[in-house]
C-alpha cells in the first residue's frame, strides 16, 4: 500500500499520541483510523445499544477511550447503524469483535501484540511493521462479515415464496369403460383371441366372446390336426360338443365315418352283436 493509503490516520494518532501507553493502545487506534476511514463516525464509549439523533459523530477517539486496562468498548455509527467494537487484551493477544446491534451479528478477529506492534510513537510503518496484512485482516475477518451479514438478512426477507403448483389427482380407469388391452400388430398381442375368452360374461356391456374359444375367422379342420390336445379348446374353458353331422354348422366338424370308439375290441364275441 501507498502512503496514501494511510492518509488521515497521522491527524488520528496525534490527537492521542500523549495517552499512548501500551502496544494495545496502538493496535485499537489503527482499527479505530480504518473505522474512520470506511465511513465509521463514533459516538462514545461502552456498550450502550441505544442511539439518539443527538449524539455527537466524530473522527477521533474519545477521551477516555483507554482508561480500562486491557480493555476497549467504543460505539460506532455507519449508514444510520450502531456498532459496538469490543477489544480485550488477553495474555498478550487482542481480541477485537464488531456488533451489528440491530441485526446482532458479530465478526471477530485475533491479533499477537508483540508481534504486530513494535513501537509507541513514529510513523504507521513505525508502529506497525505488516500494517499492510494488519489492515487486510481488519477488513475481510471484521468488517466484511457483518457486511455481508446484513446483505443476506436483507436478501432473505425481501426473497419471494415459491409459487405453489397446483396438485392433480389421477385417478385409475374403469377397466370396464377401457378398450381391448391389445391391438392388431402391437407387440404382445393376442392374434388367437385367448385374452378375450369369458369376457363377455363379466362385462355387462356385452363386448367380447363367451367361454367358448374360437380362432379368428372359424375352424380350419386341418389346422386342428396340427393343433395339440382338443380342437380349438383351451384348457378349463366350458366344452360344448358339436354335432354329430357334417354341413349344417361349418364350426361343428367332426370326422365322418364310425366312431372308433363304438368298435368291438379284436376277439371279442358278444351275442347280441
Partial sequence: MSDSDY?????VFKSVEQSIQTKSDVLIAVVHWYLIKNSFRNVGLGDDKTLSDSEEKSELLPEGWNNNPHSYALRYVNNGQLYIL?????????IVNLLQVK???VSNTTFQIDTTVK????SISTLVPEVATVLDRVRRELLVPVFESNKKDGETQTKKEPEKTERVDVRPANPLLVGPRFGPGSV???PLGVGSVGRGDLDPFGRGGGMIFEPPGGFNPLANLRRPGP?????GARFDPFGPTVGTNPRAFRNPGPDPDHLPPPGYDDMFM
Fill in 86 to 94: 469490543h477489544g480485550i487484551d488477553s495474555e498478550g493477544t487482542m
Fill in 231 to 235: 380342437s380349438g379348446i383351451v384348457p
Fill in 7 to 11: 492518509f488521515g490516520f497521522e491527524l
Fill in 103 to 105: 441485526t446482532l451479528n
Fill in 188 to 190: 404382445g398381442s393376442d
Fill in 119 to 122: 513501537a509507541l510513537k513514529g
